[in-house]
């Protein structure tokens, strides 16, 4: 019987049982020598796997088991029959009693002398002492009761009584799961296991072939993990990632959210009289109120003349151009600006390579707080630098990205931004709120940019940016900005939401 497994001995204790009655697991449990009840349930429970081989009911019971200060008592005696214990016939001076305690006589003593064991006098001297009393019979109730809940007959003690073992600290009392076990239809006391593991050594000796596998449960929910849960953002932002890659993008540096005008906006050709360099549009920093690098000379040079009087075919803004309106700091309102840096040093290598590059992170604007804006989003910005782009190229990459994301019906509509031209806002039909709503602005980078750069007359580049606030709360049915971002975050949104899966099945 040893050498054989906890589950075949249960299926030996059903086979000899006669009736069908049933049999619990903690009779299991007894039955198979003070099994631990746990093993037991996890083996019942890998029966009940197999095809009606056994049946199981389910059962919640508050067992009540002693503390280890219950398990003291039962060897020792209470505190209060420890406490008359140790009382001399001649009585003992109460400070005596009481010395080098840690509480456990002084509440032995108080539930001694309400029991009526012992009294305390005080003596002609003033001190306290105390006395057995005499004539009484001394039972170890408490003791008793424990060695009751011990034997599983606590059901004659009453709830007063566990009530007051529990306030002790005596008992407690804890839920268990059991289950009543009996035979199925398909009984059997060698029921062939099917394997639930496909092994590297069943390959190599192609037992595998002769072995009956368990079925996949697709329906078995996953464990909770305890710790590192994903935000939805995040989740999102790596499905992305992984989308970008895919398609050959590698990822801009933007560890830097202080951004000088130069960057954010002069070198895109955003005019200094742009509505959005307003400080009701921008964060302006107070301190450094200025940045005090530009990029060389020479470049910042290009950039003023072709804002002012125009260059490379272009006439320009024709407006004056300052220097310390460039120079102001500020928390970058898109991240174009860093596309702008990253472009700027592809230009400075010669010969011109084709990249393709995209970046993931925070931006801030000052806006007007509502349920769908915040002053800071997330931006998901992309450029493919190569020759011979056209319009053509960038609908057909905006295609394929926003496929991959599940998103097949676009639309493009004609629009404006300082530094592309033409421009294309993307709109995407939402079959959930069936309707088509924005997901970014794009376009072809202008000459007035890119020509200051360095870059080559003929490299032209396409670009997109949209924010990954939207999609994320499209995908996962969030209406308020403030569900998803801030101190109204519910956490449990974010330990239990599913891991991030754009639909990607395309209709056909
Ligand atoms: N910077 C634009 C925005 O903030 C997005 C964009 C990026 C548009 C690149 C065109 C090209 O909305």
Same mark, same amino acid.
């Given at each position: 019987m040893a050498s054989l497994s906890l589950s075949d001995q249960i299926l030996l204790l059903l086979t000899k049982k006669d009736d069908d009655g049933g049999i619990s697991s903690l009779d299991l449990a007894a039955e198979l020598g003070e099994e631990d009840h746990q093993k037991v349930v996890g083996a019942i429970k890998s029966l009940a796997t197999l095809d009606d081989v056994i049946r199981t009911e389910q059962y919640v019971r508050n067992v009540l088991s002693l503390t280890e200060e219950g398990k003291i008592v039962v060897s020792q005696g209470s505190h209060e029959f420890r406490v008359w214990q140790n009382i001399p016939d001649s009585g003992i001076e109460l400070d005596t009693l009481l010395l080098g305690d840690g509480g456990s006589t002084?509440?032995?003593l108080n539930k001694a002398v309400a029991s009526g064991w012992v009294r305390i006098v005080k003596k002609d001297d003033g001190k306290s002492w105390v006395e057995r009393c005499l !004539?009484?019979?001394? %039972?170890?109730?408490?003791?008793?009761?424990?060695?009751? @809940?011990i034997n599983g007959d606590s059901a004659p003690l009453g709830d007063d009584v566990i009530t007051d073992l529990k306030r002790r600290r005596l008992v407690v009392s804890n839920s268990v799961t059991t289950f009543t076990v009996s035979r199925g239809a398909n009984f059997s006391q060698n029921v062939e296991r099917p394997e639930a593991e496909l092994t590297a050594e069943m390959m190599a000796n192609e037992e595998y072939a002769k072995k009956n596998f368990k079925p996949y449960?697709?329906?078995?929910?996953?464990?909770?993990?305890?710790?590192?849960?994903?935000?939805?953002?995040?989740?999102? $932002?790596?499905?992305?990632?992984? @989308?970008?890659?895919?398609?050959?993008?590698?990822?801009?540096?933007?560890?830097?959210?202080? +951004?000088?005008?130069?960057?954010?906006?002069?070198?895109?050709?955003?005019?200094? $009289?742009?509505?959005?360099?307003?400080?009701?549009?921008?964060?302006?920093?107070?301190?450094?109120?200025n940045c005090t690098r530009l990029p060389d000379e020479e470049y910042v040079a290009r950039v003023e003349k072709v804002h002012t009087v125009g260059d490379y075919g272009s006439d320009g803004y024709q407006t004056p151009w300052r220097r310390e309106e460039t120079q102001r700091n500020i928390m970058r309102t898109h991240t174009t600006a860093i596309t702008g840096r990253v472009?700027?040093?592809?230009?400075?290598?010669?010969?011109? $390579?084709? %990249?393709?590059?995209?970046?993931?992170?925070?931006?801030?604007? !000052?806006?007007?707080?509502?349920?769908?804006? /915040?002053?800071?989003?997330?931006?998901?910005? &992309?450029? %493919?630098?190569?020759?011979?782009?056209?319009? &053509?190229?960038?609908?057909?990459?905006?295609?394929?990205?926003?496929?991959? /994301?599940? @998103?097949?019906? /676009?639309?493009?509509?004609?629009?404006?931004?300082?530094?592309? +031209?033409?421009?294309?806002?993307?709109?995407?039909?939402?079959?959930?709120?069936? $309707?088509?709503?924005?997901?970014?602005?794009?376009? /072809?980078?202008?000459? +007035?940019m890119l020509r200051p750069m360095g870059l080559p007359e003929d490299v032209r580049i396409i670009a997109w940016g949209l924010s990954l606030e939207r999609p994320t709360m499209i995908r996962y049915g969030i209406n308020n900005i403030r569900s998803l971002v801030g101190h109204k975050v519910d956490l449990r949104l974010v330990y239990s939401n599913p891991l991030c899966r754009l639909d990607k099945v395309r209709e056909s």
């Open positions: 002084r509440v032995g !004539n009484v019979e001394v %039972v170890d109730v408490v003791k008793s009761q424990l060695l009751q @809940i449960n697709f329906n078995a929910m996953g464990t909770t993990l305890q710790g590192g849960h994903l935000h939805p953002l995040l989740k999102v $932002k790596a499905e992305f990632l992984s @989308i970008l890659t895919e398609l050959g993008f590698s990822e801009m540096p933007t560890n830097r959210f202080v +951004e000088s005008s130069f960057w954010n906006f002069d070198a895109l050709f955003v005019p200094q $009289k742009h509505p959005a360099r307003d400080v009701q549009d921008t964060f302006f920093l107070a301190r450094p109120e472009l700027y040093d592809l230009a400075q290598q010669k010969p011109f $390579k084709p %990249v393709k590059k995209f970046s993931i992170d925070r931006v801030f604007r !000052n806006e007007t707080l509502d349920a769908t804006h /915040l002053a800071e989003f997330h931006q998901v910005e &992309g450029f %493919v630098a190569d020759r011979g782009l056209s319009l &053509g190229h960038l609908i057909g990459i905006m295609k394929e990205f926003f496929g991959r /994301l599940g @998103i097949d019906q /676009l639309r493009f509509k004609p629009a404006y931004n300082p530094y592309t +031209e033409p421009s294309l806002e993307v709109f995407a039909y939402h079959k959930g709120f069936k $309707k088509w709503v924005e997901v970014g602005n794009s376009g /072809l980078f202008r000459p +007035e």
